[in-house]
C-alpha cells in the first residue's frame, strides 16, 4: 500500500493552519476531495478531526474509510479510531486499500515522518505568508538532510502550486 502525505504550505514555507477567520483556498480542498476520493480513505489526526467536524466538512467524505489517530480517545462515532499511524495504517491495509492518504495535521504528519511511513508528499503550496507557525519536521530531535525527487508541479488556481514528490521508501 502505498502512504501519500497530502498537506498545504504557505509560501514561507509553514505548515499552514486554517480557522474560521483564515479559511483553506477552496482550490487546496476541492484537490483534498479528489485525493480523498482515489484513495477511498484518510487518516487525521484527532485534533484536525474535531476541527473538521466542528465546521461541518464532514458530509463530502461519505462512504469513506476514515481514521483518526488518536492516544487518548477509544471511539468516535462513524469512523474508525486508531492508536497510532502505524495501527491506521494497518487498517487500511487490511481492507485492502491500494493507497493511504495522510490528512494531517502537523501532529500526525510529523509522527508519519519520523517513522519512515510515507512513500509520496503533495504539497499545495498557498499564496499566503504567515509568521511563527508550524512547521514540517522529518526528525523532532535532530537534524536530517533528505534528498526526495520531484514528480509534478502544476498550477491548481488562484495561486495555489502543487508539488509532488517520491521519498524513494522502498
Ligand atoms: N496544512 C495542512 O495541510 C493541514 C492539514 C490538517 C490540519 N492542519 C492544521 O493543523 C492544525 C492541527 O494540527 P495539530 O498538529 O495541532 O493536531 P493533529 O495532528 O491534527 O492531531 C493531534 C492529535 O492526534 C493524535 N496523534 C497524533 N500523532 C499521534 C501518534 N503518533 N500516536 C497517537 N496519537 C497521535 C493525538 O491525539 P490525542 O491527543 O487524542 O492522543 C494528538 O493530540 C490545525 O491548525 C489545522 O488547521 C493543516
Redesign the pocket.
Known amino acids: 500500500m502505498k502512504t501519500i502525505l ?4 504557505t509560501a514561507n514555507g509553514n ?5 474560521p477567520e483564515h479559511p483553506p483556498k477552496q482550490e487546496a480542498l476541492d484537490d483534498f476531495a479528489t485525493h480523498a476520493k482515489a484513495a477511498g480513505n484518510f487518516i ?5 478531526f474535531e ?1 473538521m467536524r466542528a465546521s461541518g466538512g464532514g458530509g463530502a467524505f461519505a462512504g469513506m474509510d476514515i481514521v483518526v ?5 477509544k471511539e468516535l462515532p462513524g469512523v474508525t479510531v486508531a ?3 502505524q495501527e491506521a495504517l494497518s487498517y487500511l491495509q487490511e481492507k485492502g486499500h491500494q493507497t493511504a492518504l495522510i ?6 504528519h510529523n ?1 508519519c515522518l519520523g517513522h519512515g511511513l510515507v512513500d509520496e508528499l503533495i504539497f499545495n503550496v498557498a499564496p499566503v505568508l504567515e509568521g511563527k507557525g ?1 512547521n514540517l519536521l522529518t526528525d523532532q530531535d535532530n537534524y536530517q538532510y533528505k534528498d526526495v525527487q520531484l514528480l509534478d508541479f502544476k498550477a491548481l488556481g488562484s495561486g495555489v502550486i502543487q508539488l509532488r514528490y517520491s521519498l524513494g521508501r522502498s
Open positions: 497530502w498537506a498545504t504550505l505548515y499552514a493552519q486554517s480557522g487525521v489526526g484527532r485534533r484536525t476541527g489517530v488518536s492516544a487518548s480517545i492508536g497510532s499511524p490528512a494531517g495535521g502537523a501532529d500526525l509522527a508550524l
